[in-house]
């Protein structure tokens, strides 16, 4: 069984570069259907062969209703982004979380496979999603050949910023685009172990007892309550 | 293993039939104990740690695992393929949760454990609405003390006398775990609101408890539990039932029909395999149907012969009538009090640690409508899932270091208000075959048909008043935009998965199907154990009074087995 986050993901290099993607080879290689169409780079890391993404002809099939819980197996259906769209949505992974001081980038969580896990899905929610994020995507990477003459991916932060940016101040799609995007990014960065020392989540341990909250929450209570009167 | 002949034959294997289970197999006799759904273990198949980030779409809800990835639920959901159900024409919108496994919805269920009150059994003989029931509290309150000890209750207290909010005798209850920030921070409005706040009883084992685990403090119950240390009848009844060599388990066998015999007396079931789709039949002394509400209607319903031509013990068109659930409504809120507290662990038992019981007994008239609800809370910094992004402001558009911080500052800061209300049995809402549509096997399905009433929407539109009067208190502001209209802000009939009534006993034959030990009128070995046997529906969670019932029902059963009676 492999896991789908690596636990240990490889230093990040400034330059800019593609996303490498951080789905282990066996999965990626079942998605992709075709042995050769990818190349291993590293234990557990692949890059997409050519043969990867494009629209589906058919919806694939969902996990079922009796899946294994205890070791999950990877999302079955096959991922529909393309290499453009996958090193766009990296792009706006890392416009939205980049790495902090004690905290991972969202690129560095596999938080672009996951967008294209959520975007490639066969159920209602996700395929509403769909054309919502790919077509954002789309757009991103034409108005970044347009504005800067370069590929997403070879863009600067500067550029970066300048490019995706703007999206949280527009309406319509762009506006409809970031903010759906934005929830996604946060629901997967924020739901890694990573995320949870980010956000200060210290549960899921087990413990003889629940000795309740301390006494410095307690007294942080008490002050607030005072103020509102109760 | 028990082998044929049978003395008993149990149809369905969640709360009621477990639990009949339980007593029928140490009262020595021989059981057999059909399940619709597959084989289902606890101990080996309990995402007990997972975190979201392990599971597809980060164990966001589908229509494959409706209550999320992780959610206990086998095969089933809103809808169970191959089992369709319908919703006739002109009715208002209803819903039916099934699962396909052993141990039913007692694996995933929300382990509330809140005793009925004297009043719940009485509510004609109060106001003049509904029904009464032919037993009075004190009938079944020495079964409520059974129960509780047997399976694990938390919410021991010293004695409230709270008006229809039973106070366990001593011995009954283990001590919950302390309230956590948000509870202790949400307490005090009410406090200030002239209503208590009290221990929330839960199916969990927060303490030493002889023959079980205690509780680890972690991960969701939704999921199951491993280690038994909540009430699934898969780990608490079926167990023990099998230990006593009287208990045979056939899965995957849905029964569609009671035989009966020349006598007239139930002679067994037939059942279809729903793997190798054959049809097979058992024979027994006795049957009880404990299938959940609805299929258990839908059984006797199909179970046509020529003395009961419109279906088993429903010579009175009694059989599919006064379906009830419970009212139901969520308003969260966000509070600014609750932004930047130090760490905290705020996963708890499971259940909520406290909650606040129905306070408006002597109010009704001038609140303008009969019956009330509780309140469950929840909240603080539970493991994070998809929806994270809604503890933000809807104009909050942040990036970088400027989202992380909001994040840390507000994780945890929203606490949601779910009301669970009474609903009086109504002559629109009820369940029976639909003359069209079959099962993948032929047996015709449900159709349910559906209306509240003014008494529940009232009471819907008072729950809204109140949340948003606390949330006010609190500093706090409404999530989302919130109905305020209680018609509109009603969940769907069936939505609370609490739907009862089918089969309701009473004192008469002509206006029950089942007497007050759950016997059938029309055919004395026919015995129904589950929720269809409720004559109201109370704003407590039924799932402990099913347990109470099916244990007090049982045991007269084994009794009448005992003196050849059957």
């Known amino acids: ?84 769209q996958l090193d766009t949505a990296a792009a706006v992974c890392d416009h939205i979380l980049p ?34 994020i790919l077509s954002g995507l789309d757009r991103l990477a034409s108005r970044s050949q347009r504005l800067h003459g370069k590929a997403i991916a070879a863009l600067s932060a500067a550029e970066r910023t300048a490019l995706i940016g703007p999206m949280a101040a527009a309406k319509g799609a762009d506006l409809a685009f970031f903010r759906r995007v934005r929830r996604l990014v946060i629901g997967a960065y924020y739901t890694t172990p990573a995320g949870f020392k980010d956000i200060g989540y210290i549960g899921n341990v087990a413990r003889a007892r629940d000795p309740g909250p301390s006494a410095a929450v307690l007294a942080h209570l008490e002050r607030e309550l005072a103020k509102l009167g109760l | 293993m028990a082998a044929e002949p049978y003395d008993v034959i149990i149809v369905g294997s969640g709360a009621g039939g477990g639990m009949s289970a339980y007593h029928l197999t140490h009262a020595g006799l021989k059981v057999l104990l059909l399940e619709a759904g597959r084989h289902y273990d606890p101990v080996t198949e309990t995402p007990m740690f997972n975190t979201n980030a392990e599971a597809p779409l980060r164990g966001e809800g589908t229509p494959d695992k409706p209550f999320g990835f992780y959610d206990a639920t086998v095969d089933g959901g809103w809808q169970v393929p191959n089992e369709p159900y319908t919703v006739a024409e002109g009715s208002e919108p209803f819903v039916w949760w099934r699962p396909r496994m052993l141990g039913g919805r007692t694996n995933h269920w929300g382990r509330i454990a809140l005793r009925f009150g004297p009043l719940d059994f009485k509510p004609r003989s109060r106001d003049g609405l509904g029904y009464d029931w032919p037993i009075t509290y004190d009938d079944l309150a020495p079964w409520y003390d059974k129960t509780e000890r047997l399976i694990g209750v938390s919410g021991a207290a010293p004695p409230r006398g709270l008006t229809n909010t039973p106070d366990s005798p001593e011995g009954c209850l283990m001590e919950s775990a302390p309230p956590r920030a948000f509870e202790v921070f ?34 969701p119950c939704g999921r199951g539990c491993a280690i038994g240390a909540n009430f699934q009848s898969t780990t608490v009844l079926l167990p023990p039932a099998m230990a006593t060599g009287n208990l045979t388990i056939r899965p995957n066998s849905l029964v569609y029909e009671v035989e009966l015999d ?3 007396k139930a002679s067994g079931v037939a059942f279809v395999d729903r793997k190798t789709g054959e049809h097979h ?48 409504l969520t308003v969260a809120g966000q509070f600014p009090a609750m ?23 002597d109010r009704q008239k001038e609140l303008g409508f009969p019956r009330g609800y509780h309140i469950e809370i929840g909240g603080g910094r539970r493991m994070p899932s998809m929806p994270l992004a809604g503890v933000l402001d809807s104009d909050d558009l942040s990036v970088g270091d400027e989202l992380r911080a909001n994040l840390r500052r507000r994780f945890g800061s929203v606490i949601g208000f779910d009301g669970r209300g009474e609903m009086i049995p109504n002559d629109d809402c009820y369940c029976e075959l639909d003359p069209k549509v079959t099962d993948k096997w032929g047996v015709p399905v449900l159709r349910f ?20 009067a606390v949330i006010d208190k609190l500093g706090g502001k409404p999530l989302g935009k ?69 244990w007090r029902s049982s045991d007269h059963l084994a009794t009448l087995a005992k003196q050849g009676a059957l």
Not at chain 2, 194 to 201: D, E, T
Not at chain 2, 514 to 543: E, I, M, R, Y
């Open chain 1, 99 to 132: 790495a902090a001081a004690a905290a991972p980038s969202a690129r560095a969580l596999g938080v672009p496979d996951f967008l294209n896990e959520w975007v490639s899905a066969p159920y209602p929610d996700q395929r509403k999603d769909r054309p919502l």
């Open chain 1, 1 to 84: 069984m492999s896991q789908p986050l690596p636990t240990d993901p490889p230093p990040e290099p400034e330059a800019p570069r593609p996303y490498v993607s951080r789905i282990d080879r066996r999965t990626a290689l079942a998605w992709v259907g075709v042995v050769g169409a990818a190349a291993a780079v590293g234990a557990g890391v692949v890059v997409y062969g050519r043969k990867f993404g494009g629209q589906p002809a058919v919806e694939a099939k969902g996990y079922g209703t009796d899946p294994d819980l205890v070791k999950p197996a990877p999302a079955p259906w096959p991922r529909i982004m393309t290499r453009a």
């Open chain 2, 482 to 550: 919130v109905q305020t209209d209680g018609a509109k802000a009603i969940s769907k009939g069936g939505e609370m998965i609490h739907e009862v009534g089918t089969a309701r006993m009473g004192a008469r034959e002509t206006d029950s199907v089942v007497n007050a030990f759950g016997q059938s009128w029309a055919v004395p070995n026919l015995f129904v154990t589950d929720g269809a046997v409720l004559v109201s529906s109370p704003d407590k969670n039924p799932t402990l009074s099913i347990l109470a019932l099916a």
């Open chain 2, 339 to 361: 932004e930047g507290l130090p760490p905290t662990n705020d996963d708890g038992q499971g259940t909520q640690h406290t909650y606040v019981p129905w306070w408006g007994y």
């Open chain 2, 281 to 328: 039949s058992a024979s027994a002394r006795a049957v009880v149907l404990a299938a959940g509400s609805g299929e258990t209607a839908r059984i006797l319903l199909n179970s046509k012969s020529s003395r009961f031509p419109d279906g088993l013990a429903n010579t009175h068109g009694m059989v599919g009538r006064y379906l009830m659930d419970s009212v139901g």
């Open chain 2, 449 to 468: 048909h559906w209306k509240w009433g003014e008494s529940e929407t009232r009471q819907a539109g008072h729950m809204v008043e109140t949340f948003l």
């Open chain 2, 262 to 264: 020349k006598a007239g």
């Open chain 2, 186 to 219: 949400y307490a005090r409005a009410f406090k200030a609101m002239g209503i208590p706040v009290i221990p929330m009883h839960g199916a969990v084992v927060t303490g030493h408890m002889a023959g079980r685990n205690t509780c680890l403090f972690a991960t």
